[in-house]
């Protein structure tokens, strides 16, 4: 089982549409999530961080935590074709100094 | 500087040769992280800083690779006889704390020849 896991898509909406990436991840003890946005040829761009359960709002993006599922989404409203693009998952376990990356899903917004 | 400075932006090595990675994090920010992005997005590991303390070292292969953060200079990783595998974009990131999420640089995409 990988440490984080995500569908790599693509995952196709329409402009306007609500886009609903999701996250899974097997290390209970991980206290620190993020979202990461990545263009094709860029580096990763942080766009959101969770560190409790619940939902974070940030303009258009929410990020949902819910840890006794493992669960970490992230909605995006009113997708826009500027939204095209990769959105890794990344998770902070307790005891680890290091981020762990799921593979990405990628978005595809249809005008 | 508010970015995180990455060099060269390309490598290119032959196979068995030595390749230097460059980077700069952002001012104060005490931690520093590499990654190496193969294909199909996966992102593996290498290393962290803390200042020029290693902090985490469990990705790194150490039997090729290395890596220095020294004062006042900028955070270097080094490929000594360079593999064909080790073709990949190498992400240096720096964060504030260990608990907040990174900044990335540009990356250096290396390609073993």
């Known amino acids: 089982q990988k440490e984080v896991e995500q569908n790599s898509g693509p995952l196709s909406v329409p402009e306007g549409a609500i886009a609903s990436l999701n996250c899974t991840y097997s290390?209970?003890?991980?206290?620190?999530f993020f979202w990461y946005r990545q263009y094709s040829g860029k580096s990763p761009e942080l766009i959101m961080s969770?560190?409790?359960?619940g939902d974070k709002e940030d303009g258009r993006f929410t990020a949902q935590l819910n840890k006794a599922s493992q669960y970490v989404s992230l909605l995006i409203r009113d997708s826009q074709p500027s939204d095209s693009a990769t959105y890794l998952c990344?998770?902070?376990?307790?005891?680890?100094?290091?981020?762990?990356f799921g593979i990405g899903t990628k978005l595809q917004v249809i005008p | 500087g508010e970015e995180v400075a990455q060099t060269p932006k390309h490598l290119v090595r032959g196979e068995g040769q030595k390749a230097k990675l460059y980077c700069a994090p952002i001012?104060?920010?005490?931690?520093v992280f590499w990654y190496q992005q193969v294909l199909k997005n996966e992102f593996k590991f290498l290393i962290s800083?803390?200042?020029?303390?290693?902090?985490?070292e469990t990705g790194m292969p150490k039997e090729r690779f290395s890596a220095k953060c020294l004062p006042n200079s900028p955070c270097s990783l080094e490929i000594q006889a360079t593999k064909l595998e080790d073709s990949a974009v190498y992400f240096c990131?720096?964060?504030?704390?260990?608990?907040?999420?990174?900044?990335f640089g540009s990356g250096t995409r290396l390609t073993v020849v």
């Open positions: 990131a720096s964060s504030q704390d260990q608990n907040y999420g990174y900044t």
């Open positions: 290390d209970r003890g991980s206290q620190s």
């Open positions: 969770i560190y409790s359960n």
């Open positions: 990344a998770v902070k376990t307790g005891g680890y100094q290091k981020v762990t």
């Open positions: 001012k104060g920010h005490s931690y």
């Open positions: 800083f803390q200042n020029e303390n290693v902090f985490d």
